[in-house]
């Protein structure tokens, strides 16, 4: 006997991740778009470490981290597109 399993078109719409808004997520606010993506410790890494290099390099770095934050959200959905 075997059993066959099809997903509905709803449920893997709701289970894709978008790079895209992820990129968007963590270019607006580094670490958002790492927890949108379910990396929870990433993401809280970057809310605490980003501000850290607003302030410490008078935002020069900041402006890096938030572009190297949103590059890293949007990799990460691309290469992982379905959640677990």
Same mark, same amino acid.
């Not at 302030?55 to 959200?73: F, K, N, Q």
């Given at each position: 006997?075997? !059993?066959?399993?099809?997903?509905? %078109?709803?449920?893997?719409?709701?289970?894709?991740?978008?790079?895209?808004? @992820? $990129? /968007?997520?963590?270019? *607006?606010?580094? =670490?958002? =778009?790492?927890?949108?993506?379910?990396? /929870? #410790?990433? =993401? *809280?890494?970057? #809310? *605490?470490? &980003?501000?850290?290099?607003? /302030?410490? %390099? =008078? $935002? &020069?770095?900041?402006? *890096?981290? +938030?572009? !190297?934050?949103?590059?890293?959200?949007?990799?990460? @959905?691309?290469? +992982?597109?379905?959640? /677990?």
């Amino acid at each position: 006997m075997s !059993v066959s399993y099809v997903l509905s %078109t709803a449920e893997v719409a709701y289970e894709m991740r978008d790079p895209v808004l @992820a $990129g /968007i997520l963590s270019l *607006i606010v580094p =670490g958002v =778009g790492q927890l949108y993506n379910g990396r /929870i #410790l990433a =993401g *809280i890494l970057w #809310l *605490i470490f &980003t501000p850290g290099f607003w /302030i410490g %390099t =008078g $935002g &020069t770095l900041g402006w *890096i981290c +938030h572009l !190297v934050a949103a590059y890293c959200a949007y990799s990460y @959905a691309k290469e +992982h597109p379905v959640r /677990i």
